[in-house]
């Protein structure tokens, strides 16, 4: 059954409601390749297997009654170890609760469940998700399947690779600095930031924060479209959830780009990008062409946007961190975390609110772009998955990255304008690294953004190059 973990969620979802597979032959395909795969790489960092066929057997049994099913029924998934799963550990990556069990599930964690998904375990994490590289004194560090001494990225590291190597066919996850959208382009996949709301969080210390967003990642687009569909929708506990059905995504993702005008940016005008990058993308930029899109240079002004992220970061990991730091101590957490929360406390109520009037004026700079644009390519991530001993890039075309989410502001400088941004594979370094090419839309236009993400998909298909770990598997 080897060839299942292979097959898209679509595919496989069809299959089981077809009932041309079961749902414990899926689990059981999905558990057997973690066993073969997952001890060189530690991705699954909490494996539950024996939960995992047992909830198989009740989908099972659940399709044999005729019931209803859920979007995602039958599919094996593993929660990022930063969502609280209830009875099942999260660790969030650090010794302080390396032997936490919630009492209730997050949110996006319910909704998966009740859309079907048979739950086999946790991936692994950075520290509280900081930073983008996936390592914890917990568990260790996860390893990237292209290249065993390099990085997965992170903070959705450990999803990341299960999904390039077959071991899951979806990964919940979320995005601050770039935590679904680094470790897809570092492994091959694809990694979705939506805008804030359209993946509604709960519980949540400050219900009306929009720094950070769940979302879905996949091996290809169309799976993540599906799994917005389970994930996606308002909720009353989440003030800025968006009053859009998940259905939206339920839509055929071909569509005719003729015409369409787009900027490609390979460095958003001021960062420092590795070349082995940007050379691997634009040797791809003709594709939009053949899609029949006019392709030009431009970006929009991102003066000020440094300084907005890394103000509203400090004082989001101040919020975060306080109590957590008066109950443990802060001495138990990495020397980053304790940096950021410095960071925050630092800051006056006038930063707060001027940097908050530069966000306001840098958000009207890139739409009014973008209503020239309809689209904005740019690289995901400003280097190659970089060696596993290093905590973080600390230069980049000999430029020094002075804190360590400096060499993440191809994806930061995102995340503070609120658009939606997906991280589609877009090919490999001479070293046959992995590069994604990110791309973002207007406003809220997710499903535009997947159209566009699956057209390039479509015409390249990158994903459908195994890491070496599995390249001798069906």
């Known amino acids: 059954m080897s060839e299942l973990v292979w097959k898209t969620a679509v595919e496989l979802a069809a299959l089981i409601k077809r009932g041309e597979v079961s749902s414990t032959e899926v689990a059981q395909a999905h558990l057997d390749q973690i066993d073969a795969v997952n001890p060189a790489l530690n991705a699954i960092v909490t494996y539950l297997p024996e939960m995992a066929l047992e909830l198989a057997r009740q989908a099972d049994e659940k399709q044999a009654r005729g019931e209803e099913l859920g ?75 292209y290249d065993l001494s390099r990085t997965c990225g992170g903070s959705s590291g450990g999803a990341a690779v299960a999904l390039a190597t077959g071991m899951i066919p979806i990964a919940d ?34 219900a009306w924060a929009r720094l950070g967003v769940d979302g879905p990642m996949g091996r290809t687009v169309q799976d993540v479209a599906l799994m917005l569909q389970a994930i996606a929708g308002y909720d009353p506990r989440a003030p800025i959830s968006l009053q859009v059905p998940a ?48 392709l030009e240079r431009a970006a929009p002004d991102f003066r000020d946007a440094y300084e907005i992220f890394q103000t509203l970061r400090a004082w989001s990991f101040e919020l975060s961190f306080a109590e957590r730091f008066a109950e443990f101590g802060e001495e138990q957490f990495k020397d980053t975390i304790r940096w950021n929360v410095a960071q925050g406390k630092d800051l006056t109520a006038a930063q707060i609110s001027r940097v908050e009037v530069k966000r306001t004026e840098l958000f009207h700079r890139v739409r009014e772009f ?16 970089f060696l596993l001993e290093w905590e973080y890039p600390t230069q980049i075309n000999g430029v020094a990255m002075e804190t360590y989410i400096d060499w993440m502001m191809s994806c930061a400088f995102i995340t503070v304008t609120e658009l939606p941004a997906i991280s589609v594979p877009c090919g490999f370094t001479d070293d046959g690294l992995p590069v994604g090419l990110q791309i973002v839309g207007r406003p809220r236009s997710e499903f535009s953004v997947l159209q566009l993400a699956f057209a390039f998909q479509e015409a390249t298909r990158f994903y459908q190059q195994k890491p070496p770990i599995c390249q001798n598997q069906m």
Do not use: W
């Open 173 to 206: 996850g979320s995005d601050l600095g770039g935590s679904l959208r680094n470790p897809a382009s570092f492994c091959n996949v694809v990694g979705f930031r939506p805008a804030p709301g359209r993946v509604p969080k709960y519980p949540a210390a400050n």
């Open 370 to 385: 973008l209503d020239t644009y309809e689209f904005l390519l740019l690289p995901t991530a400003q280097v190659p998955p």
């Open 71 to 145: 979007i995602l029924h039958g599919l094996p998934i593993a929660h990022k170890d930063a969502n609280e799963t209830k009875g099942i550990r999260t660790t969030m990556g650090s010794p302080v609760y390396s032997d936490y069990i919630p009492a209730s599930d997050d949110l996006i964690i319910a909704r998966l469940k009740e859309a079907g998904c048979i739950t086999l375990g946790k991936t692994n994490v950075p520290e509280f998700g900081a930073g983008s590289h996936t390592f914890n004194r917990v568990f260790g560090a996860t390893r990237n399947p």
């Open 247 to 294: 259905s939206i995504f339920a839509d055929h993702l071909g569509h005719d780009f003729a015409g369409v005008k787009i900027a490609y940016s390979p460095d958003l005008g001021e960062l420092p990008v590795d070349p082995q990058v940007t050379g691997t993308i634009e040797k791809q930029l003709p594709v939009f062409s053949d899609l029949g899109c006019h």
